[in-house]
């Protein structure tokens, strides 16, 4: 994994660990740290059957796998699980995914990357995906919105900043941090309650 600097176009992905939480994608995208678990695992697993470039056909619809995207107004590259291109050309980006639906939008958020990067390329309206559930083997389609869209811009634009900053977050230290691979780089309990120490102590000797 490289480290991506302030002025470089942002992984998509980076997107979706922001949303999940700032501190883990500081420490994927500008300490470069990483480690597998159960989930990170059965994720690469998934992604697996997606991951070699090809095209083929489905009655009249096209299908591209690992499809190369972009966007140059948000700086954002990276790559699409599976793209169907209707008889139109309309594109309809679908994210494939191993476990259940989460509670917030990270995967949806991603979705809305994609689309809005397809959108630049070939200047046609994409108002919906879908994220395909591997463990239940169905899709579930999700409308490309104007909240979801603005979620994106703001997302990109909080990824840059960071990157300018290049300085950990505070932890999240609550359930999210059960699932994370990084947890153990990351530190969320100790490193929490030695800021909320620091900040007691602050106060209490304050003048």
């Known amino acids: 994994m490289w480290r991506v600097d302030a002025e470089d ?9 922001w949303s999940y939480c700032p501190r883990q994608c500081a420490l ?6 990483f480690a597998e678990n159960l989930h990170t695992a059965r994720g690469r697993a998934v992604h697996a059957l997606v991951d070699e470039p090809g095209v083929e056909r489905a009655g009249r619809t096209r299908i591209e796998r690992a499809m190369p995207l972009w966007c140059e107004r948000l700086g954002l590259i990276g790559k699409a699980d599976v793209v169907e291109f209707a008889t139109d050309g309309t594109p309809y980006p ?3 995914k191993h476990g259940p639906r989460r509670q917030r939008r990270h995967d949806e958020l991603q979705l809305a990357a994609q689309a809005l990067c397809l959108e630049e ?7 919906m995906g879908a994220i395909y559930h591997h463990s239940s083997r169905r899709r579930r389609e999700v409308r490309i ?9 703001a ?3 909080a990824v840059r900043a960071m990157l300018r900053e290049a300085k950990l977050p505070p932890p999240a230290n609550d359930a999210r941090c059960r699932e994370c691979s990084l947890i153990e780089l990351c530190q969320p309990k100790p490193v929490a309650e030695h800021a909320r120490y620091a900040a007691l102590l602050k106060e209490l000797t304050a003048p």
């Open 94 to 96: 679908v994210e494939y």
């Open 9 to 17: 176009p942002i992984p998509l992905s980076a997107l979706q660990h």
């Open 121 to 127: 390329m070939t200047g046609m309206p994409v108002p």
């Open 155 to 157: 997302a990109a634009l």
């Open 145 to 153: 919105d104007a909240t979801l869209r603005a979620e994106v811009e």
């Open 28 to 33: 994927i995208h500008v300490e470069q740290a």
